[in-house]
């Protein structure tokens, strides 16, 4: 996805590095590169934006405080602070050092930093040992590390279907 565009043969201030104004939905980390005069605009457009790679992921920079929401598919790692819910269909990471206010909602979660928030319909949930959750987390599985810290209710190893099926089980043997 371009987060700029560009008229005639002058680049826009984001396509040369000084700042990129990002979507409402997400938050993407922009490699600097400089404008290739001698290229067509279309073959430098395709260059500079090429299509969204599997391993693609969008970062917030340790340097950085966001507050918003981040909603859509790709991976997302957070090294610095986020205040704002979270949804994607791809993996979210919380590095150690970074700090989160806000639910998450995504595929696979790794919390290497601190979470002030819900996990919620996550496929995987690794909490590291620098990991912090205050909150509650539902996943199908969930790994934690030695010396990690959590203060909430968990649950694991159920998928709604199975859950919906025994408590109408329990109810009728009742």
Not at 1 to 6: D, G, N, P, Y
Not at 28 to 36: K, L, Q, S, V
Not at 123 to 135: E, N, P
Request: net charge neutral.
């Amino acid at each position: 996805m371009a987060l700029w565009k560009e008229t005639g043969s002058n680049p826009s201030p984001s396509a040369s590095g000084t700042s990129a104004a990002g979507s409402s939905s997400t938050v993407t980390e922009i490699t600097n590169r400089p404008a290739a005069a001698a290229e067509p605009p279309a073959a430098d457009t395709a260059r500079r934006a090429p299509p969204r790679a599997a391993g693609a992921e969008s970062v917030i920079a340790a340097e950085l405080a966001i507050e918003g929401k981040i909603v859509g598919g790709g991976d997302v790692r957070i090294a610095g602070r986020f205040k704002g819910d979270v949804q994607v269909d791809g993996n979210f990471r919380i590095e150690p050092g970074a700090r989160l206010e806000g639910q998450v909602r995504a595929g696979v979660v790794v919390i290497g930093g601190e979470l002030q928030g819900n996990i919620d319909a996550a496929k995987q949930v690794d909490v590291l040992a620098t990991g912090v959750i205050i909150g509650d987390v539902k996943a199908a599985s969930i790994t934690v590390a030695a010396g990690s810290r959590m203060r909430g209710h968990v649950e694991f190893g159920w998928d709604d279907k199975q859950a919906a099926v025994e408590l109408k089980g329990s109810s009728r043997s009742a």
